[in-house]
């Protein structure tokens, strides 16, 4: 087990960093699994059993791979194999019968980023997951209850591993004991209770591989037959004993663990530690290698600057694999066979399992292992029901889907064809520190001249308040702009997509540095009748009783009313900040009563489509907002024009009553954060289109848009949400530098 750090920053972060990224190798793993065929008998008479031994190494086991190819091209056999954390992706992938070929294909192709995020991937999450990145962009969640608070188990998710894990092998191969595969493999892990080694032997591949890249604190522990597991570095990183125990007559064992820090690089409390767990790696990694007898061979690849993290130096590493491995051809080639025979033993390790069956009609669905959630609850939203033709891939779908919950840790399913019909028990793992969860974060903006905003903000959301599935969810930001807002979610059954939602908002402007200074306080009690259209979106219909105060050096405007309000929600967009797929739209209608002038309503509609070309990722948005008819509303609404964005070089204005605004962004990646600090780095540039709409309904031409502005800006995609630093400019207004610290769209 080793600490990585990622490629880009390698040379600038803190080496300690190294110790929260270590399973960068996950994906690598995640991608590489195949079926194979039952278990291979003893090799031919005349010829030692040789054993594979792969160590742990985090990017640097990319190596294992071009060790794999030279084995290959010399026609050295491989009768077992043993690995640790990489190592036993690595080897669980070719135990399973994928070629070296393949394996190097999907190091190419895989999503890093993704398999180490913080949380399910955005396309998995329920919609009211996703609602809660518009209301605060920050990724910073703890758990609240009566002890105080509660930290995740782990830095990374862990859904995209075990999702990925589960997806590599067809044919059932990854819920197979991996005692069943061609090659005879097994893979090591720790005990986390008593700090001993656990080698697993008779575990399903996808759990053994899992269980051995479980590095405590970026990936949660994993539970097998009772036993707690982690990380097999900690206490055998390379398991030259185990594979003797196997029956291995000769070793290829292959070493990929980095070297201990520098005393220059030991510079903070997070680099000690990254130095005591390397100690204790070097140390039975040491111990391993004097069990190495004259007959075995050691490779060890040199991997001259390569880091732990460093997946984007994948071609070199298998190179530096390949040519440490041909520098031992000489006794490698004691060890060969000739063409046909070793052509016999591949086919053998790649045998494939009959064809996977299709969909077949689902005979029975179990949720188990759920103490606060409703499984009949999470049954009917996942919506696989009894006797309907279920495909795996359906199934996998809808763990997905319940994972995107945000209630639970981990969800494991296991699927079991018999006799024409499928039956699927799906356990899930509840987060203790989920149900009452609290995501807090800060919202900085500034023009450096006339507009800035400093604002901390909290969201809390207390889930499963009844069997129903009742939540809470409740916000305050205090600062230039207050405001808070609780709302109650309360479906109409166990799982029902109908609801009712109560609420109340208070929200107060104090604007005393703008060019015309005002103050706005209004508070919302509301009542809606909505109903979730799948996870992407939702309509409601509200009705809202409106209290509102607004002033400044003209005039005042006070109001009491009730209004009612049609809103229509969707959200496809693959990321909250810097999308590059899906869609947003929002809607929302309301219909105020008689004024002086006669009945109005108004209308704010906001559209965002999300692309990618290339390396460049962006989207085109549009926004309308404004009244209906004759009559005005002389009340604030939206955010309106000017600011970073919004015509980027004008005054920003959050009082504008109608407008029309359009804009394209695009943005490629320049940079990449430290895991568990964020995700890319970018740089960028917007052009925006915009204008005030003063006149009537009837009068307005949208082909009068003729203020236009543009942006250029470098944005770093953090946990406290998006930081931008942008330089806007807008046609005959001037242009300003913006500091953002927070704002998604």
């Given at each position: 087990?080793?600490?990585?750090?990622?490629?880009?920053l390698?040379?600038?972060?803190?080496p300690?960093l190294r110790?929260?990224?270590?399973?960068?190798?996950?994906?690598?793993?995640a991608s590489?699994?195949?079926?194979?065929?039952?278990?291979?008998?003893?090799?031919?008479?005349?010829?030692?059993?040789?054993?594979?031994?792969?160590s742990?190494?985090?990017a640097?086991?990319l190596?294992?791979?071009?060790?794999?190819?030279a084995?290959?091209?010399?026609?050295?056999?491989?009768?077992?194999?043993v690995?640790?954390?990489m190592?036993?992706?690595?080897?669980?992938?070719?135990?399973?019968?994928r070629?070296?070929?393949?394996?190097?294909?999907?190091?190419?192709t895989?999503?890093?980023?993704?398999?180490l995020?913080?949380?399910?991937?955005?396309?998995?999450?329920?919609?009211?997951?996703?609602?809660?990145?518009?209301?605060?962009?920050?990724?910073?969640?703890?758990g609240?209850?009566?002890?105080?608070?509660?930290?995740?188990?782990?830095?990374?998710?862990?859904s995209?591993?075990?999702?990925?894990?589960?997806?590599?092998?067809?044919?059932?191969?990854?819920e197979?004991?991996?005692?069943?595969?061609?090659?005879?493999?097994?893979?090591?892990?720790?005990?986390?209770?008593?700090?001993?080694?656990?080698?697993l032997?008779?575990?399903?591949?996808?759990?053994?591989?899992?269980?051995?890249?479980?590095v405590?604190?970026?990936?949660?522990?994993?539970?097998?037959?009772?036993?707690l597991?982690v990380?097999?570095?900690?206490?055998?990183?390379?398991?030259?004993?185990?594979?003797?125990?196997?029956?291995?007559?000769?070793?290829?064992?292959?070493?990929?663990?980095?070297?201990?820090?520098?005393?220059?690089?030991?510079?903070?409390?997070?680099?000690?530690?990254?130095?005591?767990?390397?100690?204790?790696?070097?140390?039975?990694?040491?111990?391993?290698?004097?069990?190495?007898?004259?007959?075995d061979?050691?490779?060890?690849p040199?991997?001259?600057?390569?880091?732990?993290?460093?997946?984007?130096?994948?071609?070199?590493?298998?190179?530096?694999?390949?040519l440490?491995?041909?520098a031992?051809?000489?006794?490698?080639?004691?060890?060969?066979?000739?063409?046909?025979?070793?052509?016999?033993?591949?086919?053998?390790?790649?045998?494939?399992?009959?064809?996977?069956?299709?969909p077949?009609?689902?005979?029975?669905?179990?949720?188990?292992g759920?103490?606060?959630?409703?499984?009949?609850?999470?049954?009917r939203?996942?919506?696989?029901q009894p006797g309907?033709?279920?495909?795996?891939?359906?199934?996998?779908?809808?763990?997905?889907?319940?994972?995107?919950?945000?209630?639970?840790?981990?969800v494991?399913?296991?699927?079991?064809?018999?006799?024409?019909h499928?039956?699927?028990?799906?356990?899930?793992?509840?987060?203790?520190?989920?149900?009452?969860r609290?995501?807090?974060?800060?919202?900085?903006?500034?023009?450096?001249?006339s507009?800035?905003?400093?604002?901390?903000?909290?969201?809390?959301?207390?889930?499963?308040?009844?069997?129903?599935?009742?939540?809470?969810?409740?916000?305050?930001?205090?600062?230039?702009?207050k405001?808070?807002?609780s709302?109650?979610?309360?479906?109409?059954?166990?799982?029902?997509?109908?609801?009712?939602?109560?609420?109340?908002?208070?929200?107060?402007?104090?604007?005393?540095?703008?060019?015309?200074?005002?103050?706005?306080?209004?508070?919302?009690?509301?009542?809606?009748?909505?109903?979730?259209?799948?996870?992407?979106?939702?309509?409601?219909?509200?009705?809202?009783?409106?209290?509102?105060?607004?002033?400044?050096?003209?005039?005042?405007?006070?109001?009491?009313?009730?209004?009612?309000?049609?809103?229509w929600?969707?959200?496809s967009?693959?990321?909250p900040?810097?999308?590059?797929?899906?869609?947003?739209?929002?809607?929302?209608?309301?219909?105020?009563?008689?004024?002086?002038?006669?009945?109005?309503?108004?209308?704010?509609?906001?559209f965002?489509q999300?692309?990618?070309r290339?390396?460049?990722?962006g989207?085109?948005?549009?926004?309308?907002?404004?009244?209906?008819?004759?009559?005005?509303?002389?009340l604030?609404?939206?955010?309106?024009?000017?600011?970073?964005?919004?015509?980027?070089?004008?005054?920003?204005?959050?009082?504008?009553?109608?407008?029309?605004l359009?804009?394209?962004?695009l943005?490629?990646?320049?940079?990449?954060m430290?895991?568990?600090?964020?995700?890319?780095?970018?740089?960028?540039?917007?052009?925006?289109?915009?204008?005030e709409?003063?006149?009537?309904?009837g009068?307005?031409?949208?082909?009068?848009?003729?203020?236009f502005?543009?942006?250029?800006?470098?944005?770093?995609?953090?946990r406290?949400?998006?930081?931008y630093?942008?330089?806007?400019?807008?046609?005959?207004?001037?242009?300003?530098?913006?500091?953002?610290?927070g704002?998604?769209?």
């Amino acid at each position: 087990m080793q600490s990585p750090v990622p490629h880009q920053l390698r040379r600038t972060a803190n080496p300690g960093l190294r110790s929260l990224t270590l399973c960068f190798f996950t994906l690598f793993a995640a991608s590489t699994l195949a079926p194979a065929a039952p278990a291979g008998g003893p090799p031919e008479a005349g010829r030692p059993r040789v054993g594979l031994v792969l160590s742990g190494g985090g990017a640097r086991g990319l190596a294992h791979i071009g060790v794999l190819k030279a084995l290959q091209q010399l026609q050295v056999p491989v009768d077992l194999v043993v690995g640790t954390s990489m190592g036993a992706v690595v080897g669980g992938a070719y135990a399973a019968g994928r070629s070296v070929e393949e394996l190097e294909q999907l190091v190419r192709t895989a999503d890093w980023t993704r398999i180490l995020a913080d949380r399910p991937a955005r396309p998995d999450l329920s919609f009211r997951r996703r609602e809660e990145d518009r209301l605060l962009a920050s990724r910073i969640e703890l758990g609240l209850d009566r002890e105080g608070l509660l930290l995740p188990s782990s830095a990374a998710g862990n859904s995209a591993l075990e999702f990925t894990l589960e997806r590599l092998a067809p044919n059932q191969r990854s819920e197979q004991a991996i005692d069943q595969l061609a090659l005879p493999f097994q893979a090591l892990a720790t005990d986390l209770v008593n700090g001993r080694l656990v080698v697993l032997k008779d575990t399903p591949l996808n759990q053994a591989m899992r269980a051995s890249m479980a590095v405590p604190g970026l990936f949660s522990p994993v539970r097998v037959k009772g036993r707690l597991l982690v990380d097999g570095g900690l206490v055998r990183n390379l398991g030259v004993d185990v594979a003797r125990a196997m029956g291995a007559d000769v070793i290829i064992a292959v070493n990929v663990g980095s070297p201990l820090l520098d005393e220059q690089e030991i510079q903070s409390a997070l680099s000690v530690t990254d130095q005591m767990i390397k100690i204790l790696t070097t140390q039975n990694v040491e111990r391993s290698l004097e069990e190495l007898g004259s007959a075995d061979i050691l490779l060890t690849p040199e991997m001259s600057g390569i880091g732990l993290t460093d997946f984007e130096s994948a071609e070199r590493a298998i190179d530096d694999g390949l040519l440490t491995a041909l520098a031992a051809s000489e006794r490698l080639r004691a060890l060969a066979l000739p063409a046909p025979r070793y052509a016999l033993h591949e086919e053998r390790r790649r045998l494939r399992s009959q064809a996977e069956a299709g969909p077949l009609p689902l005979a029975a669905l179990r949720i188990q292992g759920s103490r606060f959630t409703n499984p009949q609850a999470l049954q009917r939203e996942i919506d696989l029901q009894p006797g309907q033709s279920t495909s795996r891939e359906r199934i996998q779908q809808a763990s997905a889907q319940l994972y995107g919950r945000g209630d639970f840790e981990r969800v494991q399913t296991q699927v079991s064809d018999d006799e024409g019909h499928r039956e699927v028990v799906m356990t899930v793992t509840e987060a203790a520190w989920a149900r009452s969860r609290l995501r807090m974060g800060i919202e900085l903006a500034s023009d450096f001249k006339s507009f800035n905003r400093n604002t901390l903000s909290a969201l809390h959301t207390l889930s499963w308040l009844n069997s129903w599935g009742a939540e809470l969810r409740s916000s305050v930001k205090l600062g230039s702009y207050k405001e808070l807002k609780s709302s109650v979610m309360q479906p109409l059954g166990p799982g029902s997509r109908w609801y009712v939602e109560p609420s109340l908002e208070i929200m107060g402007i104090r604007d005393n540095e703008s060019l015309k200074p005002y103050q706005w306080d209004m508070a919302h009690l509301g009542f809606a009748l909505g109903r979730q259209l799948g996870p992407w979106g939702d309509v409601q219909l509200a009705g809202l009783r409106i209290r509102s105060d607004y002033r400044d050096a003209d005039y005042r405007i006070r109001a009491n009313f009730g209004v009612p309000e049609f809103r229509w929600r969707l959200d496809s967009l693959d990321a909250p900040a810097f999308p590059s797929s899906g869609r947003l739209l929002n809607l929302a209608l309301r219909r105020y009563p008689l004024t002086v002038e006669g009945q109005a309503s108004t209308y704010q509609l906001k559209f965002m489509q999300a692309f990618r070309r290339g390396e460049w990722a962006g989207h085109i948005y549009g926004a309308y907002a404004g009244s209906l008819g004759e009559a005005r509303i002389e009340l604030p609404q939206g955010e309106g024009l000017g600011g970073f964005l919004r015509l980027s070089g004008s005054e920003p204005s959050s009082k504008t009553q109608s407008y029309a605004l359009t804009r394209v962004v695009l943005a490629r990646r320049v940079g990449q954060m430290p895991v568990g600090f964020g995700d890319a780095v970018r740089a960028g540039f917007s052009l925006e289109l915009g204008q005030e709409l003063a006149v009537p309904y009837g009068e307005r031409n949208l082909r009068k848009l003729n203020r236009f502005a543009a942006s250029g800006f470098i944005a770093v995609d953090s946990r406290f949400g998006p930081v931008y630093l942008a330089l806007g400019a807008t046609r005959d207004g001037g242009g300003r530098l913006y500091f953002f610290v927070g704002p998604v769209w």
